[in-house]
């Protein structure tokens, strides 16, 4: 079946430190992939995403690589902010042609970033 | 603005009555879903729609009803609430896209319920 696992929180850097937050999946098929945040008190929003092997998606400096050898798609930031603080989930959707796929969750990521 | 508006956005009721929590979006999206968020459990979907009259169970239905008389109309409704179902619950939707079938959807704000 369809499943992602992502790190386990939370995790607590300083301004301007480089974060990796891991995640890997199982998926039959070709699934797609996405990084969603939820910042405090709001609903998710799309970060990124990735719709085949090797495509990088990218957003307000955050990045993550479609993997199929590793099945991951890590999100990483070269120098985080105070206003990165927020809970990152790590997504996948799976392909059924001309049907939208169902998207499957991991359990989220707290991060928090102090100046 | 192109949103997904769901009401109300707190909650606290007791064992047994019955509610209903509205989700509209005004985006003419074909795909709604509801998810219920818990600590430590991530998201977990509900129910989803993929058009109007077409519904399908997600991974946690029991407890829950829905209905898709409309498009853009997709209300979650507990029939005799009890306080397991206390949780943050999402409405989202989405645009079926053409080639990769992903699935981007637009989130809702959130409707914080408790149940006594």
């Known amino acids: 079946g369809n499943s992602v696992t992502q790190m386990e929180g939370p995790v607590t850097l300083s301004e301007e430190a480089f974060l990796t937050i891991n995640c890997t999946y199982t998926a039959t098929g070709y699934p797609s992939l996405f990084w969603y945040v939820q910042y405090p008190g709001e609903g998710l929003q799309l970060l990124l995403k990735?719709?085949?092997?090797?495509d990088k998606g990218s957003n307000k400096g955050f990045e993550a690589t479609y993997r199929k050898e590793t099945t991951s798609f890590h999100l990483e930031k070269g120098s985080v902010q105070v206003s990165d603080s927020a809970v990152y989930f790590c997504a996948l959707s799976d392909y059924r042609g001309s049907t939208l796929g169902r998207l499957y969750f991991g359990r989220g990521t707290q991060l928090t970033v102090w100046p | 603005e192109a949103q997904v508006t769901q009401n109300p956005r707190y909650l606290i009721t007791v064992t047994g009555k019955k509610l209903t929590v509205t989700c509209s979006q005004n985006?003419?999206?074909?795909?709604m879903s509801w998810y219920r968020q818990d600590p430590g459990l991530g998201l977990r979907q509900i129910y989803y729609s993929m058009n109007v009259e077409v519904t399908d169970k997600g991974d946690v239905p029991e407890g829950y009803k829905v209905s898709r008389k409309e498009k853009r109309n997709f209300p979650l409704i507990l029939e005799s609430p009890s306080p397991n179902q206390t949780s943050l619950y999402f409405c989202?939707?989405?645009?079926?896209?053409?080639?990769?079938?992903?699935?981007?959807?637009?989130f809702g704000a959130g409707s914080r319920l408790t149940v006594l």
């Open positions: 989202a939707s989405s645009l079926r896209t053409e080639f990769s079938g992903a699935n981007v959807l637009t």
């Open positions: 990735a719709t085949k092997a090797d």
């Open positions: 985006m003419n999206h074909e795909y």
